[in-house]
């Protein structure tokens, strides 16, 4: 009988692997375009994590634009206020009293960090390359291939056909440009570096150009955005090398331009480094880093270049496999698929398309060893970007990391928790000089120089918690992976920095008894008018809560800590519990308001839902249902992370059309013809908490068992996705048809105990480590 299962089992399996080849023409994983861009937005984005580039696909002049992710304006500093602390006692009883506009007076002008704002992330240059196509120019193509992270633009001038492929390789470290041709000769281009910065050029070789600069502050204003602090003086050095080869035809080089003439092909290397070592030593030198990058690749061909390029990203790209459906709007350039849906078309394949291009952007911008994804994760040509393209800690910059582990990419999970590691060292002078604790705390944004002190102004920066959020990441990944060693050596010293923080600023209320966070605030959002400054918002209670309970889990898991662990269980009965209001909402704050903005873009109180799991349908029914009051009057605007975060929280809530719908409206209307998410210019979280909400619809495990499509819309009917990952440190492989699971492959890294429900069905299964096994559409376990 298991003969039989088994040969049935791989008949099956073979079918669904033959039709998904049938269809992957009408499901190509490309972004494409039938003219260059002219906008920012309209560029195809390319990276490795460290370096990010923009192409834009002109014909005549191509314009690159280029970041290096250590860039930033302004220099180590480290924003304490030594006169803050004396001022805590002052506020917190003037909030316990109900003075909360005059507590949050005094807090601005009093506990805010020196210089109030932080620095941004700067574009470091431009390639541009100047072509001699005097015909008219005909079959253009612009396209990005996510499989192979490839920007290709082609078309035909006279009787001409001329290709370029553009990739950034992390294999390498290097901005490939390679230009081509079907006819010999036809290639003749001038290269050309410029800077928005203090800039020099320079040539070190008949085929290289060097440009040196670096950032100047003039302490003068910083023009559009008011939210980066002006600094006077010398910061980080960079350097950018350019370098080419040709097959045939002849280069030149003068101090400002590579020129290439009569070429039969040519291949344009570009690299960049700053003089940044780290948050407090900008002492290293770039040349000797570009250097070394440039005579690594120098006897590598263009083809080993490429091949090296993409065996490294499709090693991470390929684990996740997804399809929604088919259909002919793949035959229709991306910008119009998106008008298409603008016009109430309906379009899976577009929703797997962005599902994956959230992926390829991680990729692309979080890599080992770099830094992390800021706000517009690696890619920026403003020197004044909206809010400094840094890290806000209050939503932002964990969205961004929804879906590392989720989407197996733990990988590019760690310039995050190096980021964490570093704010518990800054954060640990702010909880001593500013509040008098021990521990580490951050606050709702920082910078490269790793800011944790409260910035912006008290209506949005005194807000405590954001160290807290940053390590549910690290508990997160733990849970995914199993790794002990990680826990204890990585994870669970700076989940217990954090804590301790919390048991000493946790202070008694006068009229309740409850431990409560004050001063803090529910992020950006105001419950009286202009005055968010409060105590023991719903959203910190909900962050304690799970930060408590992880670093008792933990503490447990690795024998240690038996006395603080019993701190922690103390102060968790103290907490204020969560509340539900007169509207048969959950209450955002310890009182019931009618808040100024409704429709608010944050729903912060719905931490405890979705990323967190202290509330859900099965455990806390009637917390479930308030928080399904409260999205329902939050509405369904927002910006792109705001509508991306909604539609996960309805993951969570199993309302499956709900989510299909805020998911399809993001793409109509928040996003760019790049698919980058707008805002203006665009923000990266909406990408990232996009394709997190997409594999919440179709994988959830935080209650402790695999739950298989908890959210699957009509709108896709037929499918299958592979490689999603779930606690417990399984790997997940899902078929379904006519909007019912027929199969599921499971993989167990850790062999453990696998709960898997679907509808109304739940079943165990012991597994051993490394140990696939296969359920049909009844939960009936065949075995391999």
Known sequence: ?????????????????????????????????????????????????????????????????????SFWSGRPHDYLNPQARQYLDKVRSLIFQGEYRRAQEIADERMMGIPRFLQAYQPMGELFLQFKNSQSIKNYHREL???????????????????????????????????????????????????????????????????????????????????????????????????????????????????????????????????????????????????????????????????????????????????????????????????????????????????HYGRYLLISSSRPGTQPANLQGIWNDRKSPPWGSKYTLNINAECNYWPAEVCNLAECHQPLFDLITDLSVTGSEVAKQHYGCRGWLAHHNTDIWRAATPVDGAFWGMWPTGGAWLVQHLWEHFQFSGDKEFLAKRAYPLMKGAAQFFLDYLVEDPKNGYLVTCPSLSPEIAHHEGVSICAAPTMDIQIITDLFNHCIEAGEILNTDKAFRSQLQTALKRLPPMQVGKYGQLQEWLFDVNEPEPEHRHISHLFGLFPGDSISLQSTPELAKAVTVSLQRRGDGGMGWGVAWKAACWARLKNA????????????????PNLFCEIEPFQIDGNFASTAAIAEMLLQSQDGGIQLLPALPSAWPAGFVKGLRARGGFEVEIYWEKGLMKKTIIYSLKGKTAIISYRNKTIEVETKPEQTFVLDGDLELLEL
């Open 657 to 672: 059309e709900r989510c299909e719908k805020l998911i399809r409206q993001l793409l109509a209307t928040n996003t760019n």
């Open 145 to 355: 291939d996510l499989e192979n992270a490839i920007v290709t633009v082609s078309y035909q001038a006279g009787d001409v056909k001329y290709k370029r492929e553009v990739f950034c390789s992390a294999a390498d470290g290097v901005i490939i440009v390679y230009l081509s041709c079907d006819k010999p000769g036809q290639i003749s281009v001038q290269a050309e570096l410029t800077s928005p910065h203090h800039y020099t050029l320079e040539k070190q070789s008949d085929a290289r150009l060097v440009m040196t600069g670096q950032w100047i502050g003039d302490g003068g204003p910083k023009g559009e955005d008011s939210l980066i602090a002006p600094v006077k003086g010398k910061g980080i050095k960079f350097e950018s090398h350019l370098q080419v080869r040709s097959e045939g035809g002849d280069v030149s080089l003068n101090n400002e331009k590579i020129i290439v003439t009569k070429a039969d092909s040519a291949t344009f290397i570009l690299t960049a480094a700053t003089s940044f070592k780290n948050y407090r030593d900008i002492t290293g030198n770039p040349s000797v880093v570009c250097r070394r990058i440039i005579s690594n690749v120098s006897r590598k061909s263009y083809e080993q270049l490429r091949d090296a390029h993409i065996a490294d990203y499709r090693e991470l790209f390929t684990r996740v496999k997804l399809q929604l459906g088919n259909s002919n709007a793949v035959d229709k350039p991306t910008d119009k698929r998106i008008e298409s849906l603008r016009n109430s078309g309906s379009d899976p394949g577009l929703i797997a398309l962005f599902f």
């Open 1 to 69: 009988m298991k003969t039989i299962q088994v040969v049935y089992l791989t008949l099956v399996i073979f079918c669904v692997a033959i039709v998904s080849t049938s269809r992957a023409e009408k499901t190509s994983l490309k972004l494409w375009y039938n003219e260059p861009a002219q906008k920012w937005t309209q560029a195809l984005p390319i990276g490795n994590g460290r370096l990010g580039a923009m192409v834009f696909g002109r014909v005549e002049k191509e314009r690159i634009q280029f970041n290096e992710d």
